[in-house]
Nanobody, 126 residues
Framework: QVHLAESGGGSVQTGGSLRLSCALS????????LGWFRQRPGKAREGLVH???????SYTDSVKGRFTASLDNNKNTLYLQMKYLEPEDTAMYFC????????????????????WGKGTQVTVSS
């Protein structure tokens, strides 16, 4: 089981930037795929990016070019750098882990991500 703890959320104005962190415990790069997700007010939780154990990333179209995920295995931390934030990015942001042999991201199904952090709130004002 992986324990995850997000931090770095806050309030920014349109066009601003934030970097979220996800501290990992019990994680090994050869056994887990990681992901960043968000839940906007009144909407279903959605996936933003998956990060394989080798650091390879796969982004959803809505955040390509604005959000960058990175994994520091030495610090056991997953990051999400967010730029050009818009009010529509206002959401609770979560990191999660999917157990996968080899650390490959083989599923887009949120239900396959069994370990979740509690989330960090991002609010973007116009």
């Amino acid at each position: 089981q992986v324990h995850l703890a997000e931090s770095g959320g806050g309030s920014v104005q349109t066009g601003g930037s934030l970097r979220l962190s996800c501290a990992l415990s019990g994680y090994t790069s050869s056994n887990y795929c990681l992901g960043w997700f968000r839940q906007r007010p009144g909407k279903a939780r959605e996936g933003l990016v998956h990060v394989g154990g080798d650091g390879m990333t796969s982004y959803t179209d809505s955040v390509k070019g604005r959000f960058t995920a990175s994994l520091d295995n030495n610090k056991n931390t997953l990051y999400l750098q967010m730029k050009y934030l818009e009010p529509e990015d206002t959401a609770m942001y979560f990191c999660a882990a999917l157990r996968s042999d080899g650390g490959y991201c083989t599923s887009n199904d949120l239900g396959d991500f069994r370990d979740w952090g509690k989330g960090t709130q991002v609010t973007v004002s116009s």
